[in-house]
């Protein structure tokens, strides 16, 4: 699976962006598709995650604020994220695990097979 992100950039604390992540490569029935981010000098952090029957869950810290969803017409994977805090600002990665649920409450970066190459999120206060 090949995973392109993009729609990071700089944003004043409160606003919104909206990430996407072209999925290609890939011929799966059931998949989990999630975000995940990581901020220097800090491990690498879930934020959401999506089933291939729609079904979605998210971090602590995205819940309210952040919206997972996924065009499958385009295999496009999406984040819109509203509120922005200067805490969100990171490295923002998708992830993917074909033949696979997003199980459990939380999701780990050690269940994911494919990773895109990032994009950079900064909120400024």
């Known amino acids: 699976v090949r995973l392109l992100e993009s729609g990071g950039g700089s944003v004043q604390s409160g606003g919104s962006l909206r990430l996407s992540c072209a999925a290609s490569?890939?011929?799966?029935?059931?998949?989990?598709l999630g975000w995940f981010r990581q901020a220097p000098a800090q491990r690498r952090e879930w934020v959401a995650g999506?089933?291939?029957?729609?079904?979605?869950k998210y971090a602590p810290s995205a819940k309210g604020r952040f919206t997972i969803s996924m065009d499958n017409a385009e295999n496009t994977l999406y984040l819109q994220m509203n509120s922005l805090r200067p805490e969100d600002t990171a490295m923002y990665y998708c992830?993917?695990?074909?033949?696979?649920?997003?199980?459990?409450?939380?999701?780990?970066?050690?269940?994911?097979?494919?990773w895109g190459p990032g994009t950079q999120v900064t909120v400024s206060s």
């Open positions: 490569g890939y011929r799966a029935d059931y998949y989990c």
């Open positions: 992830a993917a695990q074909t033949f696979a649920f997003c199980a459990g409450s939380q999701l780990y970066s050690t269940d994911f097979d494919d």
């Open positions: 999506i089933n291939s029957d729609g079904d979605t």
